[in-house]
């Protein structure tokens, strides 16, 4: 089990970025595939972008392709996802999530399976 504690959210313009950051606990972290998620007001929990163990290996939602980019340092601990041009329906909570695997290449897109999550932190754009 990893603990998770995402930070980085905040008010923004439209049109501006961000940078979020998830500081995750204990070793291995390079054993863990991380995802972000996002969940906005009376919609479900969607996926956003997905980093390998290894961080050689990414992917993101179609509709998210272009303004999203996750990256990590696993020296760090840490994870990121970098925002721009963002839209004031970019806002959300996001969460980042982490799924232990031997597979250090692996991604997952479903939230079902990972076994990790942060608090999430809030997100707000204003138009």
């Known amino acids: 089990q990893v603990q998770l504690v995402e930070s980085g959210g905040g008010l923004v313009q439209a049109g501006g970025s961000l940078r979020l950051s998830c500081a995750a606990s204990g070793r291995s972290f390079s054993s863990y595939a991380m995802g972000w998620f996002r969940q906005a007001p009376g919609k479900e929990r969607e996926f956003v972008v997905a980093i390998s163990g290894s961080g050689g290996r990414t992917a993101a939602a179609d509709s998210m392709k272009g303004r999203f980019t996750i990256s990590r340092d696993n020296v760090k601990n840490t994870v990121y996802l970098q925002i721009i041009s963002l839209k004031p329906e970019d806002t959300a909570v996001y969460y980042c999530?982490?799924?232990?695997?031997?597979?250090?290449?692996?991604?997952?897109?479903?939230?079902?399976?990972?076994?990790?999550w942060g608090q999430g932190t809030q997100v707000t754009v204003s138009s």
């Open positions: 999530a982490a799924k232990r695997t031997l597979n250090s290449a692996l991604y997952y897109r479903d939230q079902y399976s990972y076994d990790d």
